[in-house]
């Protein structure tokens, strides 16, 4: 008997690092036979820190509590969206109800997804940003939306080309994906590149999603579209706990906005899950809670790593932006490559060929640029979820085969 699947699943694959991961295990348990080292994996942006001290006791202290195992409320504790709230007041200078502006999630992944299932319908039209996390791509393929790109482009320091998306044919575009600092390339954001996005998406009536996750990462200049005059009128957020308190596995985020339309996407909510565990909940207070001296001390490490990974870049002769802000480092590779330049023409691209040729020659991955569009065909990604002596390491490895 043959069992076909939904239609909707015939546009998108299993995501690139959950197949690539699969790909590292098998080369690594081969190398371990053999007696080689383990593969250095700069693909993924997994933090690798531990977070905060308080939330990790707070999340030991409630699970212990009686009643913290029933089904909590689909809109969150009170004290969590407080806390968002007061977060975004101290660090982006923006207003929010917690009764009603936001929304907490199971990491601000899953709002992806819940917002394109609650405002698409079939046929209608999704800016999204190309390079870009592929999953703005999937979920709208998902709910059977058509997705436009529109180009980031180094020449323009990978922020929206407005000229170019005012002679695009918009018509029947809905929703519009941005995400400042921007994951792959590190462009950071500025409110008057915020208040532009709001002011055209208030001209073509699109609802704006600002997926905003790596603002506190090398940025010193956090910021929030929502901050943008008239942003509630026909803006989202997405925010996490993931990247800037060392919180990915836990699954904390949230989306905020004008109360009408994110109870647009609790609808959505309500159906696929029971509402997060408390105890999580009051850890996520706990890291919420900490000051300015966390985010010295993480960007402090940060820092170190992101110069051992401009090393590597030198090294293998990719350029990259003189600033970057986020968990990454985003490198151009010319065709002249010593490298990659005498492989042959096999259909993969530049950044392809580079990021195989380290991985099978030198044991060490980094993402191919492709992998977030065809603007990135070109370039290659390190993630900075390294420590210091692993990307010298690397370093090493890769000066043995030069």
Request: net charge negative.
């Amino acid at each position: 008997m043959t069992i076909k699947p939904a239609r909707r699943t015939e546009h998108v694959q299993e995501y690139y690092f959950s197949r690539k991961n699969r790909q590292l295990d098998a080369m690594n348990a081969e190398r371990l036979a053999q007696g080689k080292d383990k593969i250095i994996s700069l693909g993924i942006g997994a933090p690798d820190r531990m977070p905060p001290q308080p939330a990790i006791d707070k999340l030991c202290e409630v699970a212990g509590e009686p009643g913290s195992h029933v089904y909590q409320n689909y809109t969150g504790l009170p004290a969590l969206r407080e806390a968002f709230a007061s977060w975004y007041s101290r660090y982006y200078g923006v207003t929010l109800d917690p009764v009603g502006e936001i929304q907490p999630l199971v990491g601000s992944k899953e709002g992806i997804l819940l917002i394109s299932l609650a405002y698409l319908n079939p046929g209608e039209k999704v800016l999204v940003p190309d390079p870009g996390y592929p999953t703005y791509i999937t979920s709208a393929r998902l709910a059977d939306a058509e997705v436009v790109t529109y180009d980031l482009t180094e020449e323009n320091g990978f922020l929206p080309d407005f000229d170019q998306l005012e002679r695009m044919d918009l018509e029947g575009v809905k929703l519009m994906w941005t995400n400042y600092p921007n994951m792959p390339t590190g462009a950071a954001a500025t409110p008057e590149l915020y208040q532009r996005i709001v002011d055209f998406a208030m001209k073509h009536n699109i609802l704006v999603v600002n997926d905003n996750p790596y603002s506190f990462i090398l940025n010193p200049h956090p910021c929030s579209i929502l901050a943008a005059e008239g942003a509630k009128e026909c803006a989202l957020e997405l925010n996490s706990l993931s990247k800037a308190h060392n919180m990915s596995g836990w699954r904390i985020g949230m989306v905020a906005g004008a109360a009408e339309i994110v109870a647009q996407v609790l609808k959505v909510k309500s159906q696929m899950d029971s509402g997060m565990f408390k105890a999580m909940q009051m850890a996520g207070v706990e890291a919420i809670a900490q000051g300015d001296e966390w985010f010295t001390r993480l960007n402090a490490e940060y820092e170190l790593r992101q110069i051992e990974a401009a090393r590597i870049f030198d090294l293998l002769g990719v350029k990259y932006p003189a600033k970057s802000s986020g968990l990454f480092l985003w490198g151009r590779v010319s065709a002249e490559n010593p490298l990659i330049a005498g492989l042959p023409d096999d259909g993969r691209t530049i950044g392809e060929k580079m990021s195989d040729t380290l991985l099978y020659r030198a044991g060490v991955f980094m993402t191919p640029g492709i992998v977030f569009g065809k603007n990135g065909k070109d370039y290659v990604r390190v993630s900075l979820c390294a420590t210091v002596p692993v990307l010298k390491q690397a370093y090493a490895k890769i000066k043995e085969i030069l």
